[in-house]
T-cell receptor
Framework: DGGITQSPKYLFRKEGQNVTLSCEQN?????MYWYRQDPGQGLRLIYY???????QKGDIAEGYSVSREKKESFPLTVTSAQKNPTAFYLC???????????FGSGTQLSVL | GENVEQHPSTLSVQEGDSAVIKCTYS??????FPWYKQELGKRPQLIID?????GEKKDQRIAVTLNKTAKHFSLHITETQPEDSAVYFC???????????FGAGTILRVKS
């Protein structure tokens, strides 16, 4: 069940440090998404991108940044401005003409 | 605003019984409603979805019903089995299908 690869599986962040989560897909999907998952709060949208070199803020974009330089890649940077970064981060993608969203296996980020 | 409410937050059923999870959404323009199953530590997997032009869809033991007038939809699982135990998320499309907004999730426990 490949297609969308997230790395690393586990990541630790020190105070004041920026960290980058990787998301790569080989499904030729146009749209890519980053969600944050906290217990009891479901999946909340951080950023999304419909095409290369374009992206939009989701509901909880503060303290995060993204880039979309290639169709296959949509990395997420958790900056030091994000004061509560501990969460499970899920990347997802879908084809432009299809609503079905497919998820990567996630990255668990924790603060040291 | 964009909102999806999901109930109940936890649900325990005896093996063989039925389980029902309900969701409501806020935007009458939403036209795509998927359900995802997430096992502990794993990625959400799409189990069934429905579009606004139909009222019900079935796939073996799983069915989804949609009431567009009331803006609510439900997941029905019949003859539950222990392997159905997981967290289930509903979602609704917003912004012409470019975004999925998720409910907070339901923890389903099937007791054998």
């Amino acid at each position: 069940d490949g297609g969308i690869t997230q790395s690393p599986k586990y990541l630790f962040r020190k105070e004041g440090q920026n960290v980058t989560l990787s998301c790569e897909q080989n499904l030729n999907h146009d749209a890519m998404y980053w969600y944050r998952q906290d217990p009891g709060q479901g999946l909340r949208l951080i950023y999304y991108s419909q095409i290369v070199n374009d992206f939009q803020k989701g509901d909880i974009a503060e303290g995060y940044s993204v880039s979309r330089e290639k169709k296959e890649s949509f990395p997420l940077t958790v900056t030091s401005a994000q004061k509560n970064p501990t969460a499970f981060y899920l990347c997802a993608s879908k084809a432009g003409n299809n609503e079905k969203l497919f998820f990567g296996s996630g990255t668990q980020l924790s603060v040291l | 605003g964009e909102n999806v409410e999901q109930h109940p937050s936890t649900l325990s059923v005896q093996e063989g019984d039925s389980a029902v999870i309900k969701c409501t959404y806020s935007d009458s323009a939403s036209n795509y409603f998927p359900w995802y199953k997430q096992e502990l530590g794993k990625r959400p997997q799409l189990i069934i979805d429905i579009r606004s032009n139909v009222g019900e869809k079935k796939d073996q033991r799983i069915a989804v019903t949609l009431n567009k007038t009331a803006k609510h939809f439900s997941l029905h699982i019949t003859e539950t089995q222990p392997e159905d135990s997981a967290v289930y998320f509903c979602a609704a499309s917003y912004e012409y299908g470019n975004k999925l907004v998720f409910g907070a999730g339901t923890i389903l426990r099937v007791k054998s």
